[in-house]
């Protein structure tokens, strides 16, 4: 008898001194699995496609005579970029070339009418025949490289903005030099600097979001095109290329600065609601729901959203905690409810 009324005492005082043990008030949730992305983010800027580049040269030697566009400015079609006067030697060889036609001209017809009267043999005809054609090429050639032109206003052929001068009014150009750079309007490709452990991980194809920094709600989408394979010696980033989609190209400008974020798949892992995350000083941790006690586990964490995903030894059946778990001790009793 007196046993057993120990044991009931010992057994009420245990009950007590649970019931004494602080607990915490606390909301949770269940973990769930599900495709994950995260982004990398980097900071560049907009230019044009070299394939909407266009330089502005002509095909023969001759001077600047006024330059009518300056380096930045938006220029529509058909305004007059330069004024350009053709060099005398290359007039003067349009002169020679027009010439020589006439003398080849006359020279054929004369040796055509001598052998009509058969006082000309066929090899007499066929030589002033290729002389002739030999003439007229010339000149076409001449006329081509617009030697005969002594003063051209060269007008631009689409909309777009002077990205480069490469002259200035009373210059001396050699044929072909280019004279200024155009690009169109509306760029379609950024290029945004990333860490180099980064870039590695970023592929052709991958979608990117990018956000003008004057604008941050202002979002537009993209595509990786190129991952260049060397670090910028300025930067010390690795340059990745972003193709815009095409309806959206026109928000663009060559030199704007944008956020890129670029998404990169991670498959699928477990994930929780971000607050169920904590850190401290020895790393990231959350607390699970072990039947009804606090039970830390140190996991390894990535945000994705308004969710985390999270690799560590947890046990995917229990909830983790995601309101007071502030206040938590490994251990600690658990009561359930709204805050």
């Given at each position: 008898?007196?046993?057993?009324?120990?044991?009931?005492?010992?057994?009420?005082?245990?009950?007590a001194?649970?019931?004494?043990?602080p607990?915490?008030?606390?909301?949770?949730?269940?973990?769930?699995?599900?495709?994950?992305?995260?982004?990398l983010?980097?900071?560049?800027?907009?230019?044009?496609?070299?394939?909407?580049?266009?330089?502005?040269?002509?095909?023969?030697?001759?001077?600047?005579?006024r330059?009518?566009?300056?380096?930045?400015?938006?220029?529509?079609?058909?305004?007059?970029?330069?004024?350009?006067?053709?060099?005398?030697?290359?007039?003067?060889?349009?002169?020679?070339?027009?010439?020589?036609?006439?003398?080849?001209?006359?020279?054929?017809?004369?040796?055509?009418?001598?052998?009509?009267?058969?006082?000309?043999?066929?090899?007499?005809?066929?030589?002033?025949?290729?002389?002739?054609?030999?003439?007229?090429?010339?000149?076409?050639?001449?006329?081509?490289?617009?030697?005969?032109?002594?003063?051209?206003?060269?007008?631009?052929?689409?909309?777009?903005?002077?990205?480069?001068?490469?002259?200035?009014?009373?210059?001396?150009?050699?044929?072909?030099?280019?004279?200024?750079r155009?690009?169109?309007?509306?760029?379609?490709?950024?290029?945004?600097?990333?860490?180099?452990?980064?870039?590695?991980?970023?592929?052709?194809?991958?979608?990117?979001?990018?956000?003008?920094?004057?604008?941050?709600?202002?979002?537009?989408?993209?595509?990786?095109?190129?991952?260049?394979?060397?670090?910028?010696?300025?930067?010390?980033?690795?340059?990745?290329?972003?193709?815009?989609?095409?309806?959206?190209?026109?928000?663009?400008?060559?030199?704007?600065?944008?956020?890129?974020?670029?998404?990169?798949?991670?498959?699928?892992?477990?994930?929780?609601?971000?607050?169920?995350?904590?850190?401290?000083?020895?790393?990231?941790?959350?607390?699970?729901?072990?039947?009804?006690?606090?039970?830390?586990?140190?996991?390894?964490?990535?945000?994705?959203?308004?969710?985390?995903?999270?690799?560590?030894?947890?046990?995917?059946?229990?909830?983790?905690?995601?309101?007071g778990?502030?206040?938590?001790?490994?251990?600690?009793?658990?009561?359930?409810?709204?805050?």
């Open positions: 008898m007196k046993i057993w009324l120990c044991t009931l005492l010992l057994a009420c005082s245990a009950a001194h649970a019931d004494d043990q607990s915490a008030l606390v909301e949770t949730a269940p973990m769930r699995k599900e495709a994950v992305t995260f982004n983010s980097g900071y560049g800027t907009a230019f044009s496609d070299p394939r909407s580049t266009v330089n502005f040269s002509l095909p023969r030697a001759g001077q600047i005579a330059l009518d566009v300056a380096a930045g400015q938006a220029v529509r079609r058909g305004a007059t970029l330069f004024e350009f006067a053709t060099d005398p030697g290359a007039a003067n060889g349009y002169a020679q070339a027009e010439s020589a036609l006439q003398m080849a001209q006359s020279e054929f017809e004369h040796v055509n009418r001598l052998y009509a009267r058969q006082l000309a043999t066929n090899a007499q005809l066929a030589q002033a025949r290729k002389a002739l054609s030999d003439a007229q090429s010339a000149l076409h050639a001449q006329r081509k490289l617009g030697a005969g032109i002594t003063r051209e206003a060269v007008k631009a052929s689409f909309d777009g903005v002077v990205t480069a001068l490469y002259a200035l009014p009373g210059d001396r150009l050699q044929a072909g030099k280019t004279v200024l155009m690009a169109r309007r509306n760029a379609s490709t950024v290029r945004i600097g990333m860490q180099p452990e980064d870039a590695q991980r970023v592929k052709k194809g991958m979608s990117v979001r990018l956000f003008p920094v004057y604008d941050s709600t202002l979002n537009l989408a993209g595509v990786v095109s190129d991952i260049r394979g060397v670090i910028d010696p300025q930067t010390h980033l690795v340059d990745v290329i972003v193709s815009v989609d095409s309806e959206e190209a026109p928000v663009l400008l060559p030199g704007m600065t944008l956020r890129g974020e670029v998404e990169i798949p991670a498959g699928e892992a477990w994930v929780v609601p971000r607050s169920a995350v904590l850190t401290d000083e020895r790393g990231a941790y959350l607390f699970q729901d072990d039947a009804g006690r606090a039970r830390r586990v140190s996991v390894t964490a990535t945000e994705n959203g308004e969710m985390t995903a999270i690799r560590g030894k947890f046990d995917p059946g229990l909830p983790v905690i995601v309101l778990n502030y206040e938590l001790q490994d251990g600690m009793r658990l009561r359930e409810g709204n805050r």
